[in-house]
């Protein structure tokens, strides 16, 4: 389960309009609510969004249906985000023109088990439905997208 903030997740759904027809990305910053550290991450645990950083979409070859994060993006923000008390706890990006739901290139490229991969649909430039996945799984052969419930708070 995600709980995420209305503020955080209007913001999230208008990246996507501003940088429409290309896709936008970010991270989601937070907590994770249990306590049991990296290996009870993999299981369903509940997260909850604190703020949410904007990264620029850093792939020139294919932006419409492609994201990608700079790494130096990450890494600043994931330090910011500890000087806070704050861990990455998922991602979010656009499909321009597309349903809010994960394409085989986007497990293909999604690594942090246990984090929420949150996908906006963007119709001719209105962010419609919003969804959130829980990269689940503990190796790279195993992994999958699951459903996870996502609460505005
Ligand atoms: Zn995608």
Known sequence: ????????????????????PCECCGVLLGQFDDDGGAE???EAGSKTVSRIA???????????NRYHIDPRDLIRIQREGRE????????????????????PTDLAEAHWFGCSYVITSVEKGNA????SFEL?????????????????V
């Open 1 to 20: 389960m995600l709980k995420i903030p209305q503020s955080a997740y209007a913001s999230l759904r208008q990246h996507g309009e501003e940088t429409y």
């Open 40 to 42: 009870a991450r993999s």
């Open 54 to 64: 904007r990264c620029g979409n850093t792939r020139q070859d294919s932006p419409h």
């Open 84 to 103: 806070r008390g704050e861990d990455i706890v998922g991602f979010y990006h656009s499909h321009p023109d597309h349903p809010a739901e994960c394409s």
């Open 128 to 131: 419609t439905i919003t969804n």
């Open 136 to 152: 689940a799984g503990s190796d790279e052969a195993g992994k999958k997208f699951v459903d996870e419930k996502m609460i505005v």
